[in-house]
């Protein structure tokens, strides 16, 4: 069974430009959260979806930002405009359930904004 | 506002010995901590879940506590080998959807 799946694994991108994430849940996993990983801090959560849902997306930037998860495909967040500010490990999590279920991470994709 | 710490951002022991961490909550009541396991350029692996109305849950060498009266999860390494070294993050849920994590607990055991 393979286990949640980021692509890219690393991403190069310029001021101004557009980084595009994806991350495919593990088979039977419905329930995916983005998470964003600063040098010397913690994970902190940006968005929880469901297929062709966003349950919460509160920790998510208003702008410039956004998240999907489409019914056919892998989920996919979206940095327009990117800063170097934007530059982090994006990590994406996967569950059978709501935040009460264990949740499987992926590798995680480090994005660098030159 | 809801905040979960960890205090200790480093801890170095020798090997066989016991490594307690700490993760403690202030300004709200989870429902649940997790423990993860996360090593250098990789996403963080689940290894336990105890619930509120749970004092304690072991799995093989780990073990984890739950104390609602002193608001402190301890996640306990028995016999702890140079494997072990990693950084524990300890996690709970925030308002019933996703998990809000502390910065992390960094092990490093000696042999």
């Known amino acids: 069974n393979a286990g949640v799946m980021q692509n890219p694994r690393h991403l190069v991108r310029r001021r101004g430009q557009e980084a595009r994430l994806r991350c495919s849940p593990m088979?039977?996993?419905?329930?995916v959260y983005w998470y964003r990983q600063l040098p010397e801090e913690g994970l902190k959560f940006m968005v929880y979806?469901?297929?062709?849902?966003?349950?919460?997306e509160s920790g998510m930037p208003k702008e410039r930002f956004s998240a999907e998860f489409p019914k056919e495909g892998p989920s996919i967040l979206r940095i327009q405009q990117v800063v170097r500010g934007d530059s982090a490990a994006y990590f994406c999590?996967?569950?059978?359930?709501?935040?009460?279920?264990?949740?499987?991470f992926g590798p995680g994709t480090r994005l660098t904004v030159t | 506002s809801q905040k979960i710490e960890q205090n200790s951002e480093a801890l170095n022991i020798q090997e066989g010995k016991t490594a307690t961490l700490t993760c403690n909550y202030t300004?709200?009541?989870?429902?649940?901590l997790q423990w993860y396991r996360q090593d250098p350029g990789r996403g963080p692996v689940f290894l336990l879940l105890?619930?509120?109305?749970?004092k304690e849950k072991r799995k093989e060498r780990l073990k984890v506590t739950f104390d609602t009266t002193l608001k402190q999860s301890l996640f306990h390494i028995t016999a702890s080998q140079p494997a072990d070294s990693a950084t524990y993050l300890c996690?709970?849920?925030?308002?019933?959807?996703?998990?809000?994590f502390g910065k992390g607990t960094t092990l490093s055991v000696s042999s």
């Open positions: 105890i619930r509120e109305n749970e």
């Open positions: 088979k039977g996993h419905s329930h």
């Open positions: 996690a709970s849920d925030q308002a019933g959807t996703a998990l809000i």
């Open positions: 979806l469901q297929k062709e849902n966003i349950i919460d």
């Open positions: 300004n709200y009541s989870p429902a649940y």
């Open positions: 999590a996967s569950s059978p359930g709501r935040a009460d279920y264990e949740q499987y």
